[in-house]
Each structure stands twice: as structure tokens, then as C-alpha cells.
């Protein structure tokens, strides 16, 4: 389960100097985090927060190794760090012993930009289907505070756009038709320069059931496609939309 943004060799780089002459992940825990020394070829731009990262990770998984999971949870089961709660999360979700409130722990720690938390947003929805309002307070939340931190990072936008547009799709399938209509229309307008808004809405109507709202999305997205050159495409939205609609018939 992948939990982490940062790349095999990135972590490797950093686990080596982490455990540099003899260092273990826990030795660098103290009322601060103790930063190892780079290497001296690094391009690491953020070697502070990426070791950081990935040594909170490591401690984690030590002692889920090394005692067992309801010992890792005892240790860390109070942790403020996102990457710490992910990584407890993920070793319960590998043992089937993962809960919701262990999910929503993950999304309800203070961002970090590092954390891969695409797995957490489908586990939310697959461990909250009984608790559907808590559900989608939990999900709202994450996207507003995950917005707020990801506003000036570098592909920031992209990934905002992309927990925006799972929780659009997300709205549907809870039946909160009004939200999905209008956190899709939000992302179709943030989005001047695609079709991929539209017929993600239209997908999502559909597989709901709600066929007047996904015709009424296919001829948003071939006015779209109409209005950025790409004819073929909005053609075949428009074929689409009138076989759609016959089933209103």
C-alpha cells in the first residue's frame, strides 16, 4: 500500500543517512527531530522534511515488525503527524484489523505534503458506509484543510483538483446530488482548458443512476470540446448525450 509521494531512491537516500554509523530511527527523536548529514551529492531539495519523513515512517513500521501491531498502536496511536498516523493505518489495513477511526486520524492530522493519501479517501469511503454524515464531514474537512497547504507547493493545483474531484464523485454516490453539482461545476470553470471535469460528473450521474444530470454533463462537456477545436470529440459527446437521454424516453 502505497502511502508516501516520495520516490524509491529518495527514500533509500534518505534511510542510509538515517542509519549512518550505526543510527537507529528512534535516536533522532528527541524534543526535536535531530536531521542527519546529507550527502554531499544529494539533490534533495528538502532533506530536512523528506528524512524527517520517512524516519517517522520507519519507527512506525519497526516496531509493528518488531512487536506487533496493538504495540505500535499504543506508541503511536496518539501521534500529531500524518505520515506516523498513515503508516500505523497501513500496517492495520494489512492485518484486516483497520477501523474508521483510524482512517479519519490520518486525514484530520495537519497536512503533509509527502503523504500519498489517495488510499486513505477510498478507505473513508469503503469503512463509512454506515456512518455516511461523519463520512462526508471527514472528507470535506480533508479537502478544505488539504486546499489551504497544497496552495503554493508545486503541482499543488493539479493535486487539489484531484481531492476536489473524488469528493464531487463521492457527493454523487451519497446521494448529495446539490454538493455534487456544485463542487463539479466549481472544478469544470477552475478547469478552462479540459474536458475531463465534465465527463467525470457525467460518469459519476450515471453510475447513480441520475440520467437526467449525466446528459445534462455530456452536453457540457461537447460544448467544451466544441469551444476548444476538438470537434470529434465534442461530436461524439453529443452522440452519447442523445443515446443517454433515451432512456429518460
Same mark, same amino acid.
Given at each position: 500500500?502505497?502511502?508516501?509521494?516520495?520516490? =524509491? +531512491?529518495?527514500?533509500?537516500?534518505?534511510?542510509?543517512?538515517? &542509519?549512518?554509523?550505526?543510527?537507529?530511527?528512534?535516536?533522532? *527523536?528527541?524534543?526535536?527531530? &535531530?536531521?542527519?548529514?546529507?550527502? +554531499? @551529492? &544529494?539533490?534533495?531539495?528538502?532533506?530536512?522534511?523528506?528524512?524527517?519523513?520517512?524516519?517517522?515512517?520507519?519507527?512506525?513500521?519497526?516496531?509493528?515488525?518488531?512487536?506487533?501491531?496493538?504495540?505500535?498502536?499504543?506508541?503511536?496511536?496518539?501521534?500529531?503527524?500524518?505520515?506516523?498516523?498513515?503508516?500505523?493505518?497501513?500496517?492495520?489495513?494489512?492485518?484486516?484489523?483497520? @477501523?474508521?477511526?483510524?482512517?479519519?486520524?490520518?486525514?484530520?492530522?495537519?497536512? @503533509?505534503?509527502?503523504? *500519498?493519501?489517495?488510499?486513505?479517501?477510498?478507505?473513508?469511503?469503503?469503512?463509512?458506509?454506515?456512518?455516511?454524515?461523519?463520512?462526508?464531514?471527514?472528507?470535506?474537512?480533508?479537502?478544505?484543510?488539504? =486546499?489551504?497547504?497544497?496552495?503554493?507547493?508545486?503541482?499543488?493545483?493539479?493535486?487539489?483538483?484531484?481531492?476536489?474531484?473524488?469528493?464531487? @464523485?463521492?457527493?454523487?454516490?451519497?446521494?448529495?446530488?446539490?454538493?455534487?453539482? =456544485?463542487?463539479?461545476?466549481?472544478?469544470?470553470?477552475?478547469?478552462?482548458?479540459?474536458?475531463?471535469?465534465?465527463?467525470?460528473?457525467?460518469?459519476?450521474?450515471?453510475?447513480?443512476?441520475?440520467?437526467?444530470?449525466?446528459?445534462?454533463?455530456?452536453?457540457?462537456?461537447?460544448?467544451?470540446?466544441?469551444?476548444?477545436?476538438? +470537434?470529434?470529440?465534442?461530436?461524439?459527446?453529443?452522440?452519447?448525450?442523445?443515446?443517454?437521454?433515451?432512456?429518460?424516453?
Amino acid at each position: 500500500m502505497r502511502i508516501s509521494w516520495l520516490s =524509491a +531512491e529518495e527514500i533509500s537516500a534518505a534511510r542510509a543517512a538515517l &542509519t549512518a554509523e550505526g543510527a537507529t530511527w528512534e535516536s533522532h *527523536f528527541g524534543p526535536e527531530f &535531530t536531521i542527519p548529514a546529507a550527502p +554531499e @551529492d &544529494t539533490r534533495l531539495i528538502d532533506w530536512p522534511g523528506i528524512t524527517e519523513h520517512v524516519a517517522r515512517a520507519e519507527r512506525v513500521s519497526q516496531v509493528v515488525r518488531d512487536y506487533g501491531l496493538e504495540e505500535a498502536r499504543r506508541r503511536f496511536g496518539g501521534a500529531t503527524t500524518a505520515i506516523e498516523a498513515a503508516t500505523l493505518a497501513a500496517a492495520a489495513h494489512e492485518g484486516d484489523a483497520l @477501523d474508521l477511526d483510524e482512517v479519519i486520524k490520518v486525514l484530520e492530522r495537519p497536512i @503533509d505534503n509527502y503523504v *500519498f493519501y489517495a488510499p486513505f479517501l477510498e478507505l473513508l469511503i469503503e469503512r463509512g458506509k454506515r456512518e455516511l454524515d461523519r463520512t462526508v464531514a471527514a472528507y470535506e474537512q480533508f479537502v478544505t484543510a488539504y =486546499a489551504y497547504a497544497l496552495d503554493r507547493v508545486p503541482h499543488g493545483t493539479e493535486r487539489i483538483g484531484a481531492v476536489k474531484d473524488g469528493l464531487a @464523485d463521492f457527493y454523487v454516490s451519497a446521494g448529495r446530488v446539490d454538493s455534487a453539482e =456544485a463542487l463539479f461545476e466549481q472544478r469544470h470553470d477552475e478547469d478552462q482548458g479540459d474536458v475531463a471535469v465534465a465527463l467525470s460528473a457525467s460518469r459519476a450521474f450515471l453510475a447513480a443512476g441520475s440520467v437526467s444530470h449525466a446528459v445534462r454533463w455530456l452536453g457540457v462537456g461537447a460544448a467544451r470540446a466544441s469551444a476548444l477545436g476538438r +470537434e470529434e470529440l465534442a461530436e461524439r459527446l453529443r452522440q452519447k448525450q442523445e443515446a443517454v437521454r433515451k432512456r429518460l424516453s
